[in-house]
């Protein structure tokens, strides 16, 4: 153990609170708690109340008081709330508060949600089912943690402060970026010239591909990537897909080979409150790669509608919730495809289609160059934070003028 450092037992820092609303006039906020983003307002973040509609048995939050997941603390679900008011949580969570004198909570907030942390909860951990398994306020206020002094995780506190508000202005850059996106598209979108032509988005683009692989697929059986709307995010990108389905025939596939430039639609909504994604398939795809038949494929006529244009134009449909008006359904909202295609388009001359591509992805490439920024940054931290918690790497006494400084 490093010099200066000692052993603290949670519950020497912590007291269990978990006090229930009870009988109330007013409905207060209920909270959930991100691995993420910490605690936030439930109905903000799940887009929809999932609050029982009688909140009598949920615990309550007070500001600055702490709640983790019984069920989910293991994936980082711990945290205080920096709201300043109080709310309430479901009985699923468990509620403590701060009772550490020779500790700061700012460090613990770091400690508890790292590496280290998720590995003990994970390590003490109760319950045969993995996404079940729970840490109870016994084994939680039992677990045991080498901190450094006082002074030392003021520190650490202020030195990842730092890294995280440079991570914070980053974001900050490219929503900006990402807001002048969308007002530059809309503009450019409805500048409808002389020579634009007014036709429907079924009559630029085919949803009949062809032959699954081609003539040329060669074996029957096929090692093939599969994209589902898990890889699609809100600004139109696909990521890689996390597995690959093995030795799939040919005749089972209902879906089509992807190429660049595709486009995929997210057909089922899922709830009510959402529009449905749409993204393009980027350059330097997999070989062998199909999407999910929840998606719609959708390949653009090259001798009327440059395919990123018709991308742009449809996310731009997306993002403002003009999809909202082809869903149908319930519980389970399906986009009425018939309809979807059949939308007015005013289309641009190919080489105007192209120009108002070129614009928009200028400044698409800035938010990608700054979000890669941000997992640089976010890289950092991780490592930093590692090294740091550990006692692997020091920050001088000579730091301390600087946080007299400030």
């Excluded at 508890?112 to 590995?119: E, M, P």
């Excluded at 999910?292 to 134009?313: G, M, V, Y």
């Excluded at 319930?330 to 309809?339: E, F, S, V």
Aim: glycine share 6%.
């Amino acid at each position: 153990m490093r010099s200066g450092w000692r052993r603290v037992t949670l519950k020497f820092v912590f007291e269990l609170s978990n006090k229930k609303l009870g009988a109330h006039a007013t409905e207060p906020p209920v909270f959930a708690v991100s691995k993420y983003d910490g605690v936030v307002l439930a109905n903000e973040y799940f887009d929809k109340r999932i609050a029982s509609s009688r909140l009598d048995g949920y615990k309550l939050v007070n500001s600055d008081g702490w709640v983790y997941s019984t069920i989910h603390i293991d994936e980082g679900s711990i945290s205080r709330n920096h709201f300043p008011y109080a709310g309430v949580v479901s009985p699923m969570y468990t509620t403590m508060r701060w009772i550490g004198r020779d500790d700061l909570a700012s460090y613990f907030e770091l400690l508890l949600t790292s590496d280290l942390a998720i590995r003990a909860y994970r390590d003490n951990a109760q319950g045969t089912v993995n996404r079940r398994r729970s840490v109870s306020w016994g084994t939680f206020s039992n677990l045991e943690f080498v901190v450094p002094s006082f002074q030392v995780q003021r520190r650490i506190v202020d030195l990842v402060s730092s890294v995280d508000s440079y991570i914070a202005a980053l974001r900050q850059q490219a929503d900006a970026a990402r807001s002048a996106r969308s007002a530059v598209l809309s503009e450019l979108l409805s500048a409808v010239g002389d020579d634009w032509i007014q036709t429907t988005v079924g009559e630029v683009m085919s949803t009949s591909i062809g032959g699954i692989w081609g003539e040329d697929a060669g074996a029957d059986e096929l090692d093939v990537f599969v994209y589902r709307q898990t890889e699609f995010d809100d600004d139109g990108c696909l990521s890689m897909p996390s597995d690959a389905i093995r030795s799939v025939s040919r005749n089972q596939l209902k879906s089509r080979r992807l190429l660049a430039g595709d486009i995929l639609l997210q057909k089922s909504a899922g709830t009510p409150n959402l529009p449905g994604r749409v993204v393009i398939v980027p350059p330097g795809i997999e070989e062998n790669a199909t999407c999910s038949n929840f998606l719609q494929l959708i390949r653009a006529d090259a001798t009327k509608c440059d395919s990123r244009f018709l991308f742009w134009e449809l996310w731009l449909r997306h993002k403002s919730g003009g999809a909202f008006e082809f869903q149908r359904g319930t519980n389970i909202r399906n986009l009425d495809l018939k309809q979807y295609f059949a939308q007015s388009l005013q289309l641009p001359p190919l080489a105007e289609q192209q120009r108002i591509v070129e614009i928009v992805s200028s400044i698409d490439l800035a938010i990608q160059s700054t979000e890669r920024a941000v997992a640089d940054a976010k890289n950092l931290r991780s490592g930093l934070l590692s090294d740091l918690l550990s006692g692997a790497h020091e920050i001088p006494e000579s730091y301390d003028r600087l946080l007299g400084a400030a």
